[in-house]
Nanobody, 123 residues
Framework: VQLVESGGGLVQPGGSLRLSCAGSGRAFSDYAIGWFRQATGKGREFVATITAGESVTYYEESVRGRFTISRDNSKNTVYLQMNRLKPEETARYYC?????????????????WGQGTQVTVSS
């Protein structure tokens, strides 16, 4: 499966963005999708994930209640709605896919990655 992220940009603290992860190739609905972020000089950090099938979701603690992950399999797309953004959340955001089910937060458990989209939170 091939993944393409979009929707990043510059937003003020407290603002919102919606990221999209568009998939192509094998049945997108069969893949669990995760969102990760990587700030300059730091490692790749888990943000949220949504499973295939029942679309179970799981979030990193600091984004719970502010971010929402969802999927529209008819459009082969997963979304990450980000509200009340903070400057420290400035990073490149990546989506990733894994074919085997379950909730996984480590980036090594994901097989396919997009190129990322930059999110900058600054006034």
């Amino acid at each position: 499966v091939q993944l393409v992220e979009s929707g990043g940009g510059l937003v003020q603290p407290g603002g919102s963005l919606r990221l999209s992860c568009a998939g192509s190739g094998r049945a997108f609905s069969d893949y669990a999708i995760g969102w990760f972020r990587q700030a300059t000089g730091k490692g790749r950090e888990f943000v949220a994930t949504i499973t295939a099938g029942e679309s179970v979701t799981y979030y990193e603690e600091s984004v719970r209640g502010r971010f929402t992950i969802s999927r529209d399999n008819s459009k082969n797309t997963v979304y990450l709605q980000m509200n009340r953004l903070k400057p420290e959340e400035t990073a490149r955001y990546y989506c990733a896919a894994r074919a085997i089910g379950g909730v996984f937060t480590h980036p090594d458990r994901y097989e396919y990655w997009g190129q990322g989209t930059q999110v900058t939170v600054s006034s």
